[in-house]
C-alpha cells in the first residue's frame, strides 16, 4: 500500500450508529463515564490509555499548526478560574443562558429549544409533558473562593478558555514584542453547566477548546476571517474529513451571539446529524472594548506610520476538542467483511491521531526478546505496544480496534533474514522489511500524513 493511502478522506459508515462507537469506546479504552463504579455523572467523561493518547495527539497537532508553524500566533495557558469582573465585562453573566422547562409530572428539565429531542414523559398517558413557562438558566458554574461562601468571594469556573485571552493581552503582546496584526492561542478546559448534556461526549458539563483570538485592525477584519476559515476547513481535511462527512454553514443574522458580527461553523455529520465541531467568529472590537471600560486600563493600538489609535478586531477560531475527537471516532469506525464470512471491526485512524503507530508482535513467546529489543527501540520515537498473547490473527483485531496503523511481526524467519513482517491496517497488507531499516519505513509512512 502507498504511503498516500490513508489521505483519502474518511466517509462514515451509513450503518454505524452511536451505540457502536461508545461500545468500542469503552471497550477498548477510549472513553468511558466518569465515576463509573458508582453509576456514572451525567455530562463528565473520562479518556482511558487510547483516549489520552489521541486527545494529545490531535491538541498536538492543532498547537503545531496554530502557533509553532507561525510567527504571528503565541500561546499561552490560563487558570481555569479567573477575576470574575472577566465575566461581567464579557457578557456572560448577563447573556450566557439557555431556556429551560420542567415538567411537572415526571420532575425532568428540558431546554425549550430541543423539545422534539425530549424522551416521552413517564407519568402522563400518552408521554406529553406538562411543562412550565420557559425561564432562562445561566449555564456558567460559580465556586466560591476562600473560607466564607458569601457574595464576595464567589468566583466562575471559565466557560470558555477565551475570557482569559483577552485579559493577559496586553502582557502577551508586550513580552512578546507583538506588533498588530497577532494572535494568541490556547487550549484548555472550559465547563457549562448543561440542562441536557447528551450524545456521549459531544454536549459535556466539562470540556476542552483549542482557541486563537487573532487581532487586526478592523479594516482588516474580512479579510483575516477569510484567510483562518481556509486555514482551519484545511485542518480537518488534513484529519481524514471529507466532502461526505464536513461542510461550512454561515450564521443567520438571528443566530449571531451578542458579541458577534459574522459567524461559520464548521460541521460533521455525526450519526445523531450535522453537529458543530468549529466556529470561526467575527467578533470584532467588543472584547477589547468591554475589558477596557470594565478594567480602566488602556488596550487600543496604534498604526505606526499615521499614529492613529485603535481598538483592535478580533477573528476569533474555536475548536471543541473533545467533538472534534469523537468526529474522527465516528468517521474511523468501520466494520468490514472479510472472506470467508468473517468480519472484522477497524478504527481507520489517520496516524496524525492514532493513539498507537504501531505494535510489534512475536509470532511466538520463544521470539520475546528481540521483539521486545525493537519495540524498545521504536518507543524512542512513537507510541509502539508490545503484545505476545494469543494467536496472531487476534492479536491483529486487536491492534484494528485501537486504530494501530502498523503491526510488525517477529517470526522465526527473522532470526536469520534480519527481517520482520510489516502489517497496514486498512488493506492488511504485509511487506518483509529489514530491521535495520524498520524505523525510517515507519517513519516515511507516518510522517507523510503531518
Same mark, same amino acid.
Given at each position: 500500500?502507498?504511503?498516500? /493511502?490513508?489521505?483519502?478522506?474518511?466517509?462514515?459508515? *451509513?450503518?454505524?450508529?452511536?451505540?457502536?462507537?461508545?461500545?468500542?469506546? +469503552?471497550?477498548?479504552?477510549?472513553?468511558?463515564?466518569?465515576?463509573?463504579?458508582?453509576?456514572?455523572?451525567?455530562? !463528565?467523561?473520562?479518556?482511558?490509555?487510547?483516549?489520552?493518547?489521541?486527545?494529545?495527539?490531535?491538541?498536538?497537532?492543532?498547537?503545531?499548526?496554530?502557533?509553532?508553524?507561525?510567527?504571528?500566533?503565541?500561546?499561552?495557558?490560563?487558570?481555569?478560574?479567573?477575576? &470574575?469582573?472577566?465575566?461581567?465585562?464579557?457578557?456572560?453573566?448577563?447573556?450566557?443562558?439557555?431556556?429551560?422547562?420542567?415538567?411537572?409530572?415526571?420532575?425532568?428539565? !428540558?431546554?425549550?429549544?430541543?423539545?422534539?429531542?425530549?424522551?416521552?414523559?413517564?407519568?402522563?398517558?400518552?408521554?406529553?409533558?406538562?411543562?412550565?413557562? &420557559?425561564?432562562? %438558566?445561566?449555564?456558567?458554574?460559580?465556586?466560591?473562593?476562600?473560607?466564607?461562601?458569601?457574595?464576595?468571594?464567589?468566583?466562575?469556573?471559565? $466557560?470558555?478558555?477565551?475570557?482569559?485571552?483577552?485579559?493577559?493581552?496586553?502582557?502577551?503582546?508586550?513580552?512578546?514584542?507583538?506588533?498588530?496584526? !497577532?494572535?494568541? $492561542?490556547?487550549?484548555?478546559?472550559?465547563?457549562?453547566?448543561?440542562?441536557?448534556?447528551?450524545?456521549?461526549?459531544?454536549?459535556?458539563?466539562?470540556?476542552?477548546? $483549542?482557541?486563537?483570538?487573532?487581532?487586526?485592525?478592523?479594516?482588516?477584519?474580512?479579510?483575516?476571517?477569510?484567510?483562518?476559515?481556509?486555514?482551519?476547513?484545511?485542518?480537518?481535511?488534513?484529519?481524514?474529513?471529507?466532502?461526505?462527512?464536513?461542510?461550512?454553514?454561515?450564521?443567520?443574522?438571528?443566530?449571531?451571539?451578542?458579541?458577534?458580527?459574522?459567524?461559520?461553523?464548521?460541521?460533521?455529520? %455525526?450519526?445523531?446529524?450535522?453537529?458543530?465541531?468549529?466556529?470561526?467568529?467575527?467578533?470584532?472590537?467588543?472584547?477589547? /472594548?468591554?475589558?477596557?471600560?470594565?478594567?480602566?486600563?488602556?488596550?487600543?493600538?496604534?498604526?505606526?506610520?499615521?499614529?492613529?489609535?485603535? =481598538?483592535? @478586531?478580533?477573528?476569533?477560531?474555536?475548536?471543541?476538542?473533545?467533538?472534534?475527537?469523537?468526529?474522527?471516532?465516528?468517521?474511523?469506525?468501520?466494520?468490514?467483511?472479510?472472506?470467508?464470512?468473517?468480519?472484522?471491526?477497524?478504527?481507520?485512524?489517520? &496516524?496524525?491521531?492514532?493513539?498507537? *503507530?504501531?505494535?510489534?508482535?512475536?509470532?511466538? *513467546?520463544?521470539? +520475546?526478546?528481540?521483539?521486545?529489543?525493537? @519495540?524498545?527501540?521504536?518507543?524512542?520515537?512513537?507510541?509502539?505496544?508490545?503484545?505476545?498473547?494469543?494467536?496472531?490473527?487476534?492479536?491483529?483485531?486487536?491492534?484494528?480496534?485501537?486504530?494501530?496503523?502498523?503491526?510488525?511481526?517477529?517470526?522465526?524467519?527473522?532470526?536469520?533474514?534480519? *527481517?520482520?513482517? =510489516?502489517?497496514?491496517?486498512?488493506?492488511?497488507?504485509?511487506?518483509?522489511?529489514? =530491521?535495520?531499516?524498520?524505523? $525510517?519505513?515507519?517513519?516515511?509512512?507516518?510522517?507523510?500524513?503531518?
Amino acid at each position: 500500500m502507498s504511503a498516500d /493511502t490513508n489521505k483519502e478522506s474518511v466517509e462514515p459508515s *451509513k450503518d454505524t450508529g452511536m451505540e457502536e462507537v461508545v461500545s468500542l469506546c +469503552a471497550r477498548r479504552g477510549f472513553i468511558f463515564q466518569s465515576g463509573e463504579i458508582y453509576g456514572g455523572i451525567n455530562g !463528565f467523561w473520562d479518556y482511558g490509555p487510547l483516549g489520552v493518547e489521541l486527545k494529545n495527539n490531535l491538541k498536538s497537532f492543532w498547537w503545531q499548526r496554530m502557533v509553532r508553524e507561525r510567527p504571528d500566533v503565541e500561546g499561552i495557558d490560563s487558570a481555569i478560574i479567573t477575576h &470574575p469582573r472577566t465575566w461581567e465585562a464579557s457578557g456572560h453573566v448577563e447573556h450566557f443562558s439557555d431556556p429551560m422547562v420542567d415538567c411537572r409530572a415526571c420532575k425532568k428539565r !428540558f431546554r425549550a429549544d430541543q423539545l422534539d429531542e425530549a424522551p416521552k414523559c413517564t407519568e402522563t398517558k400518552g408521554g406529553v409533558h406538562d411543562l412550565t413557562e &420557559p425561564r432562562d %438558566f445561566n449555564l456558567m458554574l460559580s465556586t466560591q473562593i476562600g473560607a466564607h461562601a458569601d457574595a464576595a468571594s464567589t468566583a466562575y469556573l471559565r $466557560a470558555e478558555t477565551c475570557g482569559s485571552i483577552f485579559t493577559g493581552y496586553r502582557r502577551v503582546r508586550e513580552v512578546a514584542r507583538k506588533k498588530i496584526p !497577532f494572535g494568541i $492561542a490556547q487550549i484548555g478546559k472550559a465547563f457549562r453547566n448543561e440542562i441536557n448534556p447528551r450524545n456521549f461526549t459531544f454536549r459535556s458539563r466539562e470540556f476542552e477548546q $483549542a482557541e486563537l483570538e487573532f487581532f487586526c485592525h478592523p479594516d482588516q477584519t474580512d479579510e483575516w476571517f477569510e484567510h483562518w476559515s481556509e486555514v482551519r476547513l484545511a485542518f480537518h481535511r488534513d484529519l481524514g474529513f471529507g466532502e461526505g462527512n464536513l461542510r461550512t454553514r454561515s450564521h443567520g443574522e438571528d443566530e449571531l451571539a451578542h458579541y458577534c458580527k459574522k459567524a461559520v461553523d464548521l460541521e460533521f455529520l %455525526f450519526p445523531f446529524g450535522w453537529q458543530e465541531i468549529e466556529g470561526i467568529h467575527d467578533r470584532g472590537s467588543y472584547d477589547l /472594548t468591554q475589558h477596557a471600560e470594565f478594567s480602566g486600563k488602556e488596550l487600543s493600538a496604534m498604526v505606526e506610520e499615521t499614529k492613529e489609535r485603535f =481598538v483592535p @478586531a478580533v477573528v476569533e477560531t474555536s475548536v471543541g476538542v473533545d467533538r472534534t475527537a469523537l468526529a474522527i471516532l465516528c468517521a474511523a469506525y468501520d466494520e468490514e467483511e472479510l472472506e470467508g464470512g468473517d468480519t472484522r471491526t477497524v478504527m481507520r485512524l489517520s &496516524p496524525i491521531v492514532a493513539p498507537l *503507530k504501531a505494535a510489534v508482535l512475536p509470532l511466538s *513467546k520463544k521470539l +520475546a526478546e528481540p521483539a521486545r529489543k525493537i @519495540a524498545a527501540e521504536l518507543r524512542r520515537r512513537w507510541n509502539v505496544f508490545y503484545d505476545d498473547a494469543g494467536n496472531i490473527g487476534r492479536r491483529y483485531r486487536r491492534m484494528d480496534e485501537a486504530g494501530t496503523p502498523f503491526c510488525v511481526t517477529y517470526d522465526f524467519d527473522s532470526e536469520e533474514d534480519h *527481517k520482520v513482517t =510489516v502489517r497496514e491496517r486498512d488493506a492488511m497488507s504485509q511487506e518483509r522489511v529489514p =530491521v535495520e531499516g524498520l524505523a $525510517a519505513y515507519l517513519r516515511e509512512r507516518l510522517e507523510a500524513h503531518l
